[in-house]
């Protein structure tokens, strides 16, 4: 239908000091929403490199223990700049999931905007009216950060239970109603004051997770069964000489580290080193973090450059990238590995000596921030650890803490708490919410 086929751009946002890596498929056509850019096409489609692991959209904590989460993952979307809009973004998502990936539409949701009766009565077209639902901002309003495009949005959900438990009060609360595609009517740009301006012309952006998709087409209810995940989860269980049981037994640390292998060697790709601060920093962090779970499943030497082989082996026909890098990616993970490896058992000893003497069940940021600063664990893994015993991190005394330590060592106090607090969730949920999400929701 006319869509130029548009390649991914790379997952660090050089150019966009509000995210540290693209974290939809529109960010690469922001300023094209805003008017501020022409392309010479006004309909795109593209598969894009995506990461979760900073600023609004942050997902890292819900990998592991929820079947559906990822820090990377690639987000399949079709895009008009001012050309069509609401009725034919609604008619190609239903012939595309209908007919083109033939998806069972008794098993089909959506959701509008609240207000949104334009949305509700497009999709009248196509669906019964009982299986349309509203909901406010929270789930229909999509927004790409604290500032730029945004819009109210409407939501394709996937049924994946017992039909004869299907029921409108399941979909976004629970685990069996999975969403698979949001259509974005990109209308407003947002200011930092929170204002809404309009675009200067309505516009479609849309992003379905191909993880989603893919476990959905192969029958499964989980996205690391799939085939995206398995042959580097198979390498994980070959090493470690696991048997399926204990595969299924550790399920939390292979996707973790399925997961985060799989970011790192992406973000290697595209030009990142391990570092301190902003991308680098969340490079280090998710290999030290996969390594951590590693070590409690039995690895005791490097290992992560052989599920990073996977990796490149199967998605390197569709990123050439990971084929020309092939020596570099696998060098850079091996020498974090190795350096995190030099430093893990004493900040692990330092972690339980902070444990012993903490009171009031909370870390103090400043603690938090020497158990990084002087013994290489990261502020994440000193959360997951903390948080298995019951404690929990003062992170705001964190991002004090960094900021304070880059004043006194010049190297740019404002702007180290601006990319601190960017690796953080301030809206982290509590542990009895982790709970929904370790069932799957979200
Ligand atoms: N930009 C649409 C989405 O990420 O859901």
Redesign the pocket.
């Known amino acids: 239908m006319g869509h130029e086929e548009v390649a991914s751009s790379p997952l660090p946002q050089k150019d966009n000091p509000t995210l540290l890596f693209n974290?939809?498929?529109?960010n690469q056509f922001a300023k094209v929403f805003l008017g501020q850019e022409k392309r010479p096409y006004s309909r795109a489609v593209t598969s894009q490199k995506?990461m979760r692991v900073s600023g609004k959209?942050n997902d890292l904590t819900s990998v592991g223990p929820s079947p559906r989460h990822h820090t990377f993952f690639e987000?399949l979307?079709n895009f008009s700049f001012g050309d069509y809009f609401k009725k034919d973004a609604i008619q190609y998502a239903w012939e595309f999931l209908t007919e083109v990936m033939e998806l069972d539409k008794s098993r089909l949701w959506v959701s509008v905007y609240t207000d949104d009766d334009e949305a509700e009565e497009l999709w009248q077209a196509h669906i019964a009216p009982e299986r349309i639902l509203r909901f406010g901002k929270k789930e229909n309003f999509?927004e790409?950060g604290d500032v730029g495009p945004c819009g109210p949005?409407s939501?394709i959900h996937y049924y994946l239970g017992d039909m004869a438990d299907m029921k409108a009060e399941g979909v976004n609360v629970e685990d069996d109603y999975l969403e698979i595609?949001?259509?974005?009517f990109m209308q407003y740009e947002k200011a930092a004051d929170g204002s809404l301006t309009p675009l200067p012309r309505p516009s479609i952006?849309?992003?379905?997770g191909l993880e989603r998709i893919t476990q959905v087409k192969q029958g499964f209810t989980n996205n690391y069964d799939t085939d995206l995940f398995t042959p580097a989860m198979d390498v994980v269980q070959e090493l470690l000489r696991h048997s399926d049981e204990e595969r299924k037994a550790n399920y939390v640390g292979y996707r973790v580290i399925a997961d985060h292998v799989r970011a790192a060697t992406f973000v290697i790709a595209d030009g990142v080193r391990p570092g301190n601060d902003g991308a680098e920093y969340v490079l280090r962090m998710v290999i030290r973090r996969a390594a951590r779970f590693g070590r409690d499943m039995g690895f005791s030497q490097p290992f992560m450059a052989h599920v990073a082989g996977a990796y490149i082996q199967h998605m390197g026909e569709a990123y050439p990238e990971l084929i020309a890098q092939m020596e570099h990616i696998k060098r850079t993970i091996t020498q974090e590995e190795e350096r995190f490896a030099r430093t893990l058992d004493n900040a692990l000893v330092q972690l339980e000596r902070v444990l012993e003497e903490t009171a009031d069940k909370q870390i103090p940021g400043n603690v938090a921030f020497d158990l990084y600063a002087t013994h290489g664990l990261p502020l994440e893994i000193t959360r997951d650890l903390a948080e298995e015993r019951g404690f929990t991190v003062d992170e705001a005394g964190y991002v004090v803490a960094k900021a304070e330590h880059a004043l006194a060592s010049g190297s740019g106090g404002v702007q180290g708490v601006r990319v601190g607090w960017q690796h953080l969730q301030p809206n982290r949920p509590r542990f009895n919410q982790r709970r929904q999400i370790a069932s799957g929701r979200g």
């Open positions: 974290n939809a498929g529109m995506c959209h987000m979307g999509w790409m949005c939501e595609w949001n259509l974005v952006d849309t992003g379905m």
